[in-house]
């Protein structure tokens, strides 16, 4: 292309459409969380995080097999990088494998992305914040043992924390079980 102003919008509108795109598929994941087979309470990362994993697995297991017949001068660097590769694929794996949030009436259950699971009842949360970021709203929340959670509430839809916090802004302590909301 000769014309730069032709250019310019050309990107400008791919990168319009990439971003409308997105956020329909951040709207669809809202309305349609991934919940387990086997506890339908539970909420998991979305199904695009393995999607995603499993290409920069495989591109970084392939890369890693073709680096050991690179020339000399890439022969150290290029198992580096499709090595980091690799791991990131991994680790998207094991992340999504990992984590969920369930949240009950009275207490809520949680795993991190490093599988250790935790249970906590609401009247026993230390703390929590809100925090704005980008475009979504977090939530941080700590328990009496040190236990954390930190999750997107524009993304997760948690009806029964979301009551219980606003119960404790409202009285200035958190609900016992079976107290009504």
């Known amino acids: 292309m000769d014309n730069p102003v032709l250019r310019y919008i050309l990107i400008f509108g791919v990168v319009a459409v990439i971003a409308f795109l997105v956020s329909l598929l951040a709207v669809w994941f809202k309305k349609h969380p991934n919940r387990s087979k086997g506890n339908k309470r539970r909420i998991r990362m979305p199904k695009v995080i393995p999607f995603l994993a499993w290409p920069v697995l495989v591109v970084g297991l392939l890369g890693l097999l073709a ?3 690179a020339s000399s001068e890439d022969a150290v ?3 580096i990088a499709f ?8 680790y998207l794996l094991f992340i999504y ?3 969920y949030v369930d949240v009950g009436d009275n207490e809520m259950e949680f795993r991190t992305t490093l599988g250790k699971e935790h249970q906590l ?3 026993e949360i230390v703390s929590y914040s809100f925090r704005d970021q980008g475009l ?3 939530l941080t929340f700590r328990g009496p043992k040190g236990e954390k959670l930190d999750l997107s509430i524009s993304q997760y839809n948690l009806p029964p924390l979301m009551a219980a916090i606003e119960f404790h802004h ?6 016992l079980p079976g107290e009504p909301r």
């Open 83 to 90: 090595g980091v590769v690799t791991l990131a694929g991994a």
């Open 77 to 79: 660097a290029m198992p």
């Open 136 to 138: 979504q709203k977090f």
């Open 67 to 69: 680096s050991f017949a």
């Open 97 to 99: 494998r990992n984590w």
């Open 121 to 123: 009842a609401y009247h």
């Open 170 to 175: 409202q009285h200035g302590r958190w609900p």
